[in-house]
């Protein structure tokens, strides 16, 4: 029987991916890293057949020996930032597997790592024309420079998937800016974009940083997810083809793209034509100001981060069919309405 060990079930991508793993598999065995007792009973209340792990991404020792037992370890807790948890996975991996017996390593990284361009500049709000390929430019997102947010943790999975490939499958998914409802026992939300709405609804107006020139990709949860899905088969069907495991799995998961000003202009229209603030308005924020609302996130508003998603597509079979983040805004804005009168 396949077993899984799942960080980040309480999270938005983490929560989503198992929902969706557990129907289509639900014979696997799961295991489930979870901070607290009360975010466990959620888990379970929703997965009766999960196995709680109690404990969290600084208990090296729990995380190798969960590593080492699991067939698949799906990674979304924090994953492309903490160093310790990701050595943990793959000492794990490496003690409890073979070339006979390969463990899979399904890490999540985030497009955040395209921003460091930007950010070296201190430019916010200026469109780049950069946008990277996974599949003929992957090069370009294996060798990012070192001090590139997550660039840390890629490099460990990336090594280890080149270092011991015949051990350790690794897969590294890199999502952008993540919409729609996730499926999970406790986060259902994401951040960037959830929080733009918010912070209309609070301000009665769009935030634009800069000129709102800078664009980032974009993709629904649920196809998101199917991502994960799809390499959970690649897995099972023992799968090997170039570039499917490895130094060059780098998976972007975008489809899609919005430049963030005109993201803000629609939220505004939207919450307007809705009822929530008093008139379409979106204005040009402080940085400083907005990040008194919305901290990091307020800061991606500014940054540019694009790529094209083609080898998940091309070696997966890809195809995500989920509404546009275009499409999504009333519900977006009409849950965060609710979240605030909470």
């Given amino acids: 029987m396949t077993k899984v060990f799942i960080t980040g079930a309480t999270g938005y991508i983490g929560g989503d991916a198992l929902a969706v793993l557990t129907t289509k598999y639900p014979n696997f065995t799961y295991a489930a890293l979870v901070r607290t007792a009360e975010k466990g009973q959620q888990v379970q209340a929703q997965?009766?057949?999960?196995?709680?792990?109690h404990g969290d991404l600084d208990d090296s020792a729990l995380l190798e020996k969960e590593s080492a037992n699991a067939d698949i370890v799906l990674h979304t807790a924090d994953a492309s930032d903490h160093v310790g948890a990701a050595h943990a996975i793959a000492t794990g991996l490496l003690k409890g597997h073979s070339k006979e017996n390969p463990g899979y390593w399904l890490h999540t990284g985030g497009t955040g790592i395209l921003t460091y361009a930007d950010t070296d500049r201190g430019v916010y709000g200026e469109k780049s024309e950069k946008a990277y390929d996974d599949w003929d430019g992957v090069a370009d997102l294996t060798h990012l420079p070192d001090h590139a947010f997550h660039r840390d943790v890629?490099?460990?999975?990336?090594?280890?998937?080149?270092?011991?490939?015949?051990?350790?499958?690794?897969?590294?998914?890199?999502?952008?800016t993540i919409y729609g409802r996730g499926r999970g026992p406790v986060s259902q939300r994401g951040r960037q974009v959830y929080e733009m709405a918010r912070v209309t609804l609070q301000l009665k107006k769009g935030p634009i940083i800069?000129?709102?020139?800078?664009?980032?990709?974009?993709?629904?949860?649920?196809?998101?997810?199917?991502?994960?899905?799809?390499?959970?088969?690649?897995?099972?069907q023992r799968r090997e083809q170039e570039g499917l495991w490895g130094g060059d799995a780098y998976y972007l998961t975008e489809n899609g793209e919005h430049a963030w000003g005109d993201l803000a202009r629609a939220m505004a229209n939207s919450a307007a034509q809705s009822g929530y603030i008093p008139a379409p308005v979106a204005e040009t924020v402080d940085l400083e100001e907005a990040k008194k609302y919305a901290g990091f996130e307020s800061v991606s508003w500014g940054l540019n981060s694009r790529g094209r998603a083609r080898r998940a597509r091309q070696l997966l079979g890809w195809k995500p069919s989920r509404p546009s983040l275009e499409e999504e805004i009333p519900v977006i804005?009409?849950?965060e309405l609710e979240r605030l009168a909470r």
């Fill in 210 to 236: 800069g000129a709102g020139q800078a664009i980032w990709n974009n993709v629904h949860v649920h196809d998101l997810s199917d991502v994960y899905v799809l390499l959970v088969e690649a897995a099972l």
């Fill in 47 to 53: 997965f009766p057949s999960v196995r709680i792990v």
């Fill in 154 to 176: 890629d490099r460990i999975v990336l090594e280890t998937g080149v270092k011991y490939a015949d051990v350790i499958k690794t897969a590294l998914v890199c999502p952008p």
């Fill in 333 to 335: 804005l009409k849950a």
